[in-house]
């Protein structure tokens, strides 16, 4: 077996630093904005998963605080102001990693993998040190997205931007000119914006029902333009069968209302034709029901009705009115001139398949083209054509690779122009602007969509919110105007960085064992169906960039059979339940992906996994499908992907982690092992190194997941392991194994004795609190906790003992008063029996809360004998010290409250309960002051 040098990342990780850093990415970044892809991994999370895969184990965690791009620590404080993802590391952290990779791999460069690439986010941080990168993705838009966002800056710098915005500039010229006569304006004015809803004949009274769940046009809910809200009123026409419209503008009234200029106050929320799939016809409110709906969508019996009209005056506000005659007009003429392009090539009339998420289908979409309504194809089939122009312009006068760089771009933006004029763009009431159809996870056609101006509007705000983003996204590789590469790298090889179309089991384009390094970030299940949802991106970019790219755009749509997901609708009409034989198909293909890992990788190389921690039971299937593919997990890291804002509220606690898997090849010698001389190893393996892990500031239910490392670590040296049975046993009982012994430590730790005898449901609650310092918390955490616990039914927690409620998978903890409601315990201090020490607690903290005063609560401490029960003191002490201490009186929880409260109050509780009052949070007092 190949020695192999331990990494970083198989010792420690800064989890609490990535946790602020993931946070910082929650809004916008060039490189996200780039182009929309699905589930992207934030900069910051990615960076680290790559140098802790790389660095050698010996760099100490401030070193690897400042090669991520931190300020060095002042007198041991961590720079808190640093945000990774928009800070390129500087020349001397780049020769520093470089320096570092030398000496634990022999090269400055090592090669670095990421076969599921998506949008880019790891080869992004790889390609940030100069490292070289290997990249590819099944998917064609992806891989035309990381080029836009990798290869080509670096390539090119920051100059490109001129080019791009000579040609950006020239397409809206042309398209200003092609189109004008299909969107006119009247004197003064100019369109923006058309707001349509789709209609429906009411079976009732046969009145045109144009279907829209309000009437608004602008609403902005914060303090300015108050005086501006502005909506359309529909007004019945019975007699014409039809409904009319008049445009209601004034100032904010009462609620949702507005108050026009005579007083009359109107909410268009009040004339909705349609909530939840239900219609309402306003000429003789007869009730339409969703399946008579549905099928005159599917059936096509539909038109669209336009209802108003943004625009401009000079360079004023957005003002509204009703569309006349000349705005029907046009509109008519798109549609003759759309007719001229019935058979061409431009149009694309790809099939839309049924796929997994049925709800375009089921309206009726049976190619793509059928997203847009007739002038927003119109307008889109000029643009492709005037790209098309384009190209033949650019070959003139640069050479092909610029050209491929600057038509990507333009397609770029083009892509942006369909996401926001389609049937599934919305109209954003409080901006007066257009969302894009792709901000969802879904596609899903909108009732009331917006449509914006071809000629002059739409590319030109598409390219406007782009207008900058090359630029910015050199300057995220810190490259210079009139350079290109890496700065601090002298001679940087483009070729070093290499965006491949392939599918992860089958990576032809590397040699055997070529790779040192592997950072990942597969698929998950259905969580997302990227293939189905990026068709709507790929049946164009096949239009605009096919000639380009020949090799990624041959098929019809992108390939659904070979994408490592599990889609059931592949898996419809065979006699099994779909949901099983595609979970069968999605594991089946990540064992060939992570088997075509093991050939490429070192003997002596790393790979990590990144994946989105739900339940855990993924844990399990994941963890043994590395097994079986020969590799050993070494260590796992979690990242919390929540909000810090609601875990500091100590509401919710979501356990939205990404978590990391370490691995490296097993050596192919070491067989099988025995689970009962493997079961106390995992113990004390856990034990041991726990409070490393609370030194590096991970804790809560951090501990626990990060605990599952040297779990596994013991767990996947050998394979398979058996129980005395002969049977093979599942990485599961490796990760219950942890918990148990992460729930043990962390209870002697809180206890500070080792025999305190508390009774199983107290253990469990107060481990609850100590582990997720939330109210909230998934259903299947508190099981697994409870299952480490032991002692009691997990399911009794919430019907017997009312400690929790649980829906939906989410459960909450019950506060005192909920749990007397529900009966849980007496308060009566005569019927009251001590079944566990926590309703002895939550006992008087009902009694302190209803009677607002301390003597019924010493009454009943001294009838039940819980004062002078030394249990009962230990266990108000450890409860005070886990639930969260909130600042913001309003805020606090009231168990805390209470028993601090009654601490403060009570003298003999003074005497046996050892409490600390944590210090007052002057932020709210100062403000106060001033
Ligand atoms: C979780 S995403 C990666 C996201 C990426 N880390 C980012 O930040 O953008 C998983 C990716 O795997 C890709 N994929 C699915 N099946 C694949 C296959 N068989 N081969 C290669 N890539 C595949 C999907 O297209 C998707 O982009």
Redesign the pocket.
């Known amino acids: 077996m190949t020695t192999r040098k331990p990494v970083f990342i198989e010792k420690i990780m800064p989890v609490k630093l990535l946790n602020e850093q993931v946070y910082y990415e929650h809004g916008g970044n060039p490189f996200k904005g780039l182009h929309r892809?699905?589930?992207?991994?934030p900069l910051s999370f990615?960076r680290a998963s790559v140098l802790g895969s790389l660095l050698p184990e010996g760099v100490t965690i401030e070193e690897f605080e400042y090669l991520l791009g931190l300020n060095r620590r002042v007198a041991g404080m961590q720079d808190k102001t640093t945000k990774l993802y928009k800070t390129p590391p500087s020349p001397d952290r780049i020769k520093k990693v470089q320096e570092l990779c030398e000496q634990q791999w022999g090269t400055k460069t090592p090669v670095v993998l990421?076969?599921?690439?998506?949008?880019?986010?790891?080869p992004f941080e790889a390609a940030r040190y100069g490292l070289k990168v290997l990249a590819?993705?099944?998917?064609p838009v992806?891989v035309v997205t990381m080029k836009a966002a990798i290869e080509y800056p670096l390539k090119f710098g920051p100059d490109l931007q001129q080019d791009i915005d000579k040609w950006v500039k020239w397409v809206g010229d042309e398209a200003e000119k092609r189109l004008a006569e299909f969107f006119p304006s009247l004197p003064g004015e100019k369109v923006q914006n058309y707001l349509w809803a789709h209609t429906v004949v009411c079976p009732n009274c046969e009145s045109t029902v144009p279907l829209s769940p309000n009437w608004w046009l602008y609403k902005r809910p914060e303090k300015q333009n108050l005086n501006k809200w502005c909506a359309v009123r529909p007004i019945p026409n019975p007699e014409q069968k039809r409904v009319d419209f008049e445009l209601v503008k004034g100032k904010k009234g009462k609620g949702n209302t507005i108050v026009c200029e005579n007083g009359e106050e109107y909410n268009p929320d009040d004339f909705s034709t349609i909530g939840r799939g239900v219609g309402k016809c306003l000429c003789c409110e007869n009730v339409i029901e969703s399946s008579y709906i549905d099928e005159k969508l599917l059936n096509k019996d539909y038109i669209h009705e336009m209802y108003a009209i943004a625009y401009q005056v000079n360079s004023g506000g957005l003002k509204f009115r009703l569309p006349e005659k000349l705005d029907f007009e046009a509109f008519s003429a798109a549609v003759l001139k759309l007719d001229g392009y019935a058979n061409s090539l431009l149009i694309p009339s790809e099939g839309f398949p049924e796929g997994e998420d049925t709800r375009c289908y089921n309206r009726g979409v049976r190619s793509w083209d059928q997203m847009f309504n007739s002038r927003q194809l119109l307008t889109l089939v000029v643009y492709v054509e005037i790209l098309n122009d384009v190209k033949a312009k650019l070959q003139i006068e640069y050479e092909p690779e610029k050209v491929e760089a600057i038509i990507t771009y333009l397609a770029l933006v083009f892509d942006r122009c369909v996401d926001r004029n389609c049937r599934l763009s919305i109209w954003h009431t409080a901006r007066a602007s257009v969302e894009r159809a792709s901000t969802q996870h879904t596609l899903n056609l909108t009732w009331n969509y917006p449509e914006i101006s071809g000629s002059a509007e739409l590319w030109k705000s598409s390219a406007d919110a782009f207008a900058s983003d090359y630029e910015s996204l050199c300057l995220l590789f810190g490259t210079k105007p009139g350079s290109s590469g890496i700065p601090g790298i002298e001679a940087f090889e483009p070729k070093s960085i290499q965006i491949d179309s392939?599918?992860?089991?089958s990576l032809i384009h590397i040699p055997d064992q070529s790779v040192f390094a592997i950072v990942t970030?597969?698929?998950?299940y259905a969580t997302?169906q990227?293939?189905e949802l990026s068709d709507f991106f790929y049946v164009w970019q096949k239009r605009t960039l096919g000639d380009i790219f020949p090799d990624l755009f041959w098929s019809d749509l992108t390939d659904k059979d070979?994408?490592?997901?599990a889609n059931p609708s592949r898996f419809r009409n065979m006699g099994m339940s779909p949901e099983e034989l595609a979970n069968q198909d999605y594991e089946a293909?990540m064992a060939l992906?992570f088997a075509e890992y093991h050939r490429v990788l070192r003997d002596d190389g790393v790979m990590t996994v990144?994946f989105n921690h739900k339940d855990s039971g993924a844990w399990d299937v994941l963890a043994k499908s590395l097994i079986d593919a020969g590799f050993e997990i070494t260590a796992s890291w979690s990242v919390s992907t929540e909000n810090p804002q609601n875990l500091h509220q100590a509401q919710k606690n979501s356990v939205s982690s990404t978590v990391l898997l370490v691995c490296r090849k097993r050596d192919p010698n070491s067989g099988q092992a025995w689970w009962d001389d493997l079961r106390p190893q995992v113990a004390h393996l856990v034990e041991q190194r726990a409070p490393e892990f609370e030194a590096n500031d991970i804790d809560g239910i951090d501990l626990y997941l990060s605990a599952f490392g040297p779990a596994l670590n013991v767990f996947s040296r050998h394979s398979p392991i058996l129980d005395t049975s002969g049977n093979e046993v599942r990485p599961e009982q490796a990760f219950s194994e942890a918990r148990k012994a992460v729930a043990n430590y962390r209870f002697r730790k809180l206890a500070q004795t080792d025999t305190l005898g508390f009774d199983p449901l107290t253990t469990w609650y107060i481990l609850a609190w100590d582990a997720f310092r939330a109210r909230e918390f998934p259903f299947d955490e508190a099981r697994q906790l409870a299952l480490a616990v032991g002692g009691f039914n997990v399911s009794d927690l919430a019907k017997t003992h009312k400690l929790l409620d649980s829906t939906s998978g989410i459960c909450k903890l019950l506060t005192p008063d909920q749990r007397f409601k529900k009966r849980a315990f007496s308060t009566n201090p005569e019927d009251f029996t001590l079944t566990s020490l926590i309703d002895g607690l939550h006992a008087l903290i009902a009694i302190y809360l209803e009677e607002q005063s301390i003597d019924p609560v010493r009454r009943f401490l001294k009838t039940t004998g819980l004062l002078s029960n030394d249990l009962f003191m230990r266990a108000w002490e450890v409860t005070l010290r886990v639930i969260p201490h909130i600042g913001d009186e309003r805020k606090r929880m009231p168990e805390e409250k209470a028993l601090a409260d009654l601490w403060l109050a009570m003298d003999e509780i003074k005497a046996k309960v050892r409490y600390e009052q944590p210090e007052l949070d002057l932020g709210d007092v100062q403000q106060s002051l001033f």
Do not use: C, H, M, T
């Open positions: 892809w699905y589930s992207r991994k990615s990421d076969a599921f690439a998506g949008g880019g986010s790891i590819s993705d099944l998917n992806a392939a599918s992860a089991d970030d597969p698929p998950y997302i990227y293939a070979r994408e490592a997901v293909k992906a990144q």
